[in-house]
T-cell receptor
Framework: DSGVTQTPKHLITATGQRVTLRCSPR?????VYWYQQSLDQGLQFLIQ???????AKGNILERFSAQQFPDLHSELNLSSLELGDSALYFC?????????????FGPGTRLTVT | AQSVAQPEDQVNVAEGNPLTVKCTYS??????LFWYVQYPNRGLQFLLK??????LVKGSYGFEAEFNKSQTSFHLKKPSALVSDSALYFC??????????????FGKGTKLSVKP
């Protein structure tokens, strides 16, 4: 158990809909990262938050957005869903100090868009 | 731009034999390198990292990795493979943003299959 929690585990929804994925980082970790894993694209970085502020953006679509709340949990919002958005979405957290640059991943949310 | 390559889609090893999963990287500056393992329908588990220091890094579950700067490689190794090591292995490099915390850039993954 990494200490990172994600809900829900599975999500099935229709095209055009909007969903919210939730992540709670490990206790004490200020950084939260969101990644998408799909068969054709592999593991792709979407976005990073650090202590409530957006820190870096990767291959995140404009239809997707995220935020990190004062209690450090984060939410990833996916809207106007398309079939191609079906993927496994991971959240990871990190303390971010040089001695602990590793990221710890949650179990993921499997999104299926029908 | 930073990148990671895992040249083998799959590695097959007999139980008890040594295993190697290959990884090469391309970064500007000092690399921060990681190995993760993913079991079916599970998240990624951190195995080990190289930040600085000894070129041979020891990690979880008996895995180790050898950092080779001249060959820009960071191969994952284990002296004696177990059937339970069968999984998907990812090499990653930390993206560099001038000192701020960086996301991980992953290779495509290598499927390790250990047969009894």
């Amino acid at each position: 158990d990494s200490g990172v929690t994600q809900t829900p585990k599975h999500l099935i929804t229709a095209t055009g809909q909007r969903v919210t994925l939730r992540c709670s980082p490990r206790s004490g970790d200020l950084s939260v990262y969101w990644y998408q894993q799909s068969l054709d694209q592999g593991l792709q970085f979407l976005i990073q938050y650090y202590n409530g502020e957006e820190r870096a953006k990767g291959n995140i679509l404009e239809r997707f957005s995220a935020q990190q709340f004062p209690d450090l949990h984060s939410e990833l919002n996916l809207s106007s869903l398309e079939l191609g958005d079906s993927a496994l979405y991971f959240c990871a957290s990190s303390a971010g100090t040089p001695s602990s640059y590793e990221q710890y991943f949650g179990p993921g949310t499997r999104l299926t868009v029908t | 731009a930073q990148s990671v390559a895992q040249p083998e889609d799959q590695v097959n090893v007999a139980e008890g034999n040594p295993l190697t999963v290959k990884c090469t990287y391309s970064v500007s500056g000092n690399p921060y390198l990681f190995w993760y393992v993913q079991y079916p329908n599970r998240g990624l588990q951190f195995l080990l990292k190289y930040i600085t220091g000894d070129n041979l890094v020891k990690g979880s579950y008996g895995f180790e990795a050898e950092f080779n700067k001249s060959q820009t490689s960071f191969h994952l190794k284990k002296p004696s493979a177990l059937v339970s090591d069968s999984a998907l292995y990812f090499c990653a490099v930390r993206a560099y943003y001038g000192g701020s915390q960086g996301n991980l850039i992953f290779g495509k993954g290598t499927k390790l299959s250990v047969k009894p």
